[in-house]
């Protein structure tokens, strides 16, 4: 139990396209999902906790209009990279908390190569 | 506010012990650890959420003192699979988000 997907596991794209990611808890419901980014070699930085049918809470430095993230559903959750530059080249990864386990669980994650 | 982790890397033999510790500056309400493989989404290990407690997972353990604001992580008798990069995430907060340290590498060597 308690599985994440995401979705590409991989994309390249030009520079100045946008990037949509999907990220859905296939066992559960959930009604927060985190969206973290990893530079290589560094750990994992949270970018915005999405919450279900209402705004996302972006972190500090992290731009809302050019990380788009919406929770359409409970077993949903998108970001979009708007107008991708190279420098947003990342890992991405989500997570779900089924809330009875008390924790946090991954996707496989997202790289994306912005040329 | 990002929790302090040592060493940054260990190197083991099959068969050694390790410990990796995860510090603090604030009051914590739990300590979550994860193991990740490189190029992999990282997977949870075990939780912990009340100051002294301690959790078993095969022979992976931790342990969490609340006054210190520590927990450490121990592998015992290390086996090839459990090298990856180990990350503890805090929690001040019930349901709170959680802040990763940054990383401890652990390889295993047969």
């Known amino acids: 139990g308690a599985v994440v997907s995401q979705h590409p596991s991989r994309v390249i794209c030009k520079s100045g396209t946008s990037v949509k990611i999907e990220c859905r808890s296939l066992?559960?419901?959930?009604?927060?999902m985190f969206w973290y980014r990893q530079f290589p070699k560094q750990s994992l930085m949270l970018m915005a906790t999405?919450?279900?049918?209402?705004?996302?809470?972006?972190e500090q430095g992290v731009e809302k209009d050019k990380f788009l993230i919406n929770h359409a559903s409970l077993t949903l959750s998108t970001l979009t990279v708007t107008s991708a530059h190279p420098e947003d080249s990342s890992f991405y990864i989500c997570?779900?908390?089924?809330?009875?386990?008390?924790?946090?669980?991954f996707g496989p994650g997202t790289r994306l190569l912005v040329l | 506010q990002q929790p302090v982790q040592s060493p940054q890397a260990v190197i083991l033999r099959e068969g050694e012990d390790a410990v990796i510790n995860c510090s603090s500056s604030k009051a914590l309400y739990s300590v979550h650890w994860y193991r990740q493989k490189h190029g992999e989404a990282p997977i949870f290990l075990m939780i912990l959420l009340k100051g002294g407690e301690q959790k078993g997972h095969d022979k992976i353990s931790a342990s969490f003192n609340e006054k210190k604001q520590q927990s450490s992580l121990y592998l015992t008798a290390s086996q090839l699979s459990y090298s990856g990069t180990y990350f503890c995430?805090?929690?001040?907060?019930?349901?709170?988000?959680?802040?990763f340290g940054q990383g401890t590498i652990l390889t295993v060597h047969p």
């Open positions: 999405s919450n279900e049918g209402s705004k996302a809470t972006y």
């Open positions: 997570s779900a908390d089924p809330e009875e386990r008390r924790t946090q669980y």
């Open positions: 995430g805090t929690e001040r907060v019930s349901y709170g988000k959680l802040t």
């Open positions: 066992d559960f419901q959930a009604t927060t």
